[in-house]
């Protein structure tokens, strides 16, 4: 299985559970509502006191699924590493690494030997969809 679906299955199975979680919780809260009407108001306080914080925990979790996927665009962008040779202007483009910084050593050059440095450090513009 790859690690996109696996992902995604997370995705949904967390997406599912809130639903159930906030489903059940709703239930217990109109249970405990029926059992206050009956006259066992000290269940109705306990029922209600679990149903929502079950209504809080799943409402909270659908919200944390709401923002990572508003997220996701951002992360689909591509960060690139320009390096440079000072003598030749020669250049090297390649993903960002984690230690990259402006002005680090890159290397040696391919075309002269010199050492490369790092120019440029970017994000790449996601590409738009066309109609």
């Not at 790859?2 to 239930?27: D, E, K, N, P």
């Not at 090297?92 to 690494?97: D, E, H, I, P, R």
């Amino acid at each position: 299985m790859q690690a996109r679906s696996v992902g995604s299955l997370y995705f949904y199975l967390l997406i599912a559970f809130s639903i159930v979680v906030l489903g059940y919780s709703g239930w217990m809260l109109y249970s405990g509502y029926v059992s206050m009407k009956e006259g066992n108001v000290e269940s109705f306080y306990y029922t209600a006191f679990i149903s929502l914080v079950g209504i809080l925990l799943a409402l909270s979790s659908l919200m944390q699924v709401k923002r990572r996927v508003s997220l996701l665009p951002r992360l689909a962008t591509k960060v690139l590493t320009v390096a440079l040779c000072s003598k030749c202007n020669f250049k090297v483009m390649k993903n960002f690494a984690v230690g990259d910084y402006v002005f680090k050593e890159a290397g040696k050059c391919q075309q002269c030997g010199e050492t490369m440095h790092i120019s440029q450090i970017y994000q790449e513009e996601p590409k738009k969809k066309q109609d």
